[in-house]
């Protein structure tokens, strides 16, 4: 990878239809993002039987040695791309993360799974933060969080085919055939992506040409940190990832031991209600927060922190339902509401960050949301199930549910942080203004 150099270029230099372009293979590079993140959820009851694994060793499979590698390898290899080609940087994780997905089908015992789950958390830790960079120099800030927003949309779609996909292959073929098929066509993808996407100026959307420089990471810490908006929202977006994750994370089993269903059934009924619904909300929440911004700044934080606050109430009904159909139903509200957030939360981070931090942003971003939530949110909902079944004599069926119930009331502190980053924003923004001119 060269390090790459500034030149003067028309803004004409990339067409509507190319721009369009980047952004659908993006999407699809995140869609396979999330399909090898998601898969685990769905097949974890059956890898728990044979494996013969605890709740807690299950949720660290999904928190713990995903989270940690995939939250603190993002700040490096954000370093990376803001110097170089953000491009490779994609391309070679995403060759990383489909090899380490196919492997996982091959895991004989707990340690065997947790190295490649390892693998996977690696190689997606180069996925996100360079995307968003990309992005960010190809759309405007006018039409930023709408394009992050249809970005995110890889997180609910590949949710849909990670569920579908893996709950039916598991159904006929056995969960360790569901990994190989949904890991090697991520390599193909690489090559096409490494073939037909381009890498911009830095600062092309907004017709800047600064000098690609190295910024220390301390530097951008300082700098992002020194903005109250970004404390609050990135706390607000963690504790949305304590409950998203481990909800995601446990949802299967919890339909599985509560209403006894298939993983076919489950991965069918979960990848449509969190493909349609969570599309719908990830989409609308960064078109809402464009249009609703023109008029006041305030709304890129208030869309996310009202659908959390509405969440709450609609997360205890899905849990405590006893008929199948209102447990779905009411499951469906909160995917809608809580994916709001997406388009608004890392628009304004690529807005407030300088452009020679936007990459290393995204990363800090990434590792406060994936420490809270992906190292404990499925983890803690474990550890709380266990801990009920031995302590309380509880079984699987309700020590998981009330763990689940605990968990979704954190929602509360996703809304007061997105409500506190609205009062500072329209501040925050005009001084990051001033640090670009």
Known sequence: MAQETQEEIPQSLYSTEYRRYILGVLVVVYVFNFIDR??????????????????????ALSGVAFGIFYATLGIPIARLADRYSRVNIISICLVI??????????????????????????????????????????????????????????????ILF??????????????????????????????????????????????????????????????????????????????????????????????????DLSSGEVGTALGLIIGIFGGLG??????????????????????????????????????????????????SIPAFLV??????????TQSLAPLAMRASASALLLFIINIIGLVFGPTTIGIISDLLQGSMQMNDVDSLKYAMLACNLVYLVAFLSFALASKHLKEDLARSAEMNN
Request: proline content about 6%; aromatic content about 14%.
């Open 339 to 348: 994916n709001l957030y997406t388009g608004p939360t890392f628009g304004m």
């Open 282 to 331: 990830t989409f609308l929440g960064g078109f809402t927060g464009d249009r609703l911004g023109k008029r006041d700044v305030r709304w890129y934080m208030l869309v996310p922190a009202i659908g959390f606050l509405v969440s709450v109430p609609f997360g205890i009904a899905t849990l405590t339902a006893d008929k199948l159909v209102l447990v779905l139903a009411f499951y």
């Open 162 to 259: 990670g569920n579908l996909a893996g709950g039916w292959i598991n159904e006929f073929f056995g969960w360790r055939y569901a990994f190989f098929v949904v890991g090697v066509p991520g390599i193909i993808l690489a090559i096409i992506l490494k073939l037909t996407v381009k890498e911009p100026p830095r600062g092309y959307s907004e017709g800047m040409k600064p000098e690609v420089t190295s910024v220390p990471f301390t530097d951008v810490l300082k700098t992002m940190w020194s903005f109250p908006s970004f404390r609050y929202l990135s706390i607000g977006a963690g504790a949305q990832a304590f409950v998203g994750y481990g909800s995601i994370a446990w949802m299967p089993s919890f339909l599985m031991r509560t209403h």
């Open 97 to 158: 993360w489909s090899l380490m997905t196919a492997v996982s089908g091959m895991a004989l015992q707990f340690w065997h799974l947790l190295i490649a789950r390892i693998g996977v958390g690696i190689g997606e830790a180069g996925g996100s933060p360079p995307s968003h960079s990309l992005l960010a120099d190809y759309f405007a800030p006018r039409e930023r969080a709408t394009a992050l927003g249809i970005y995110s949309l890889g997180i609910p779609v590949g």
């Open 38 to 59: 998601q898969i685990l959820a769905i097949l974890a009851p059956s890898i728990k039987l044979d494996l013969l694994l605890s709740d807690t060793e299950i949720g």
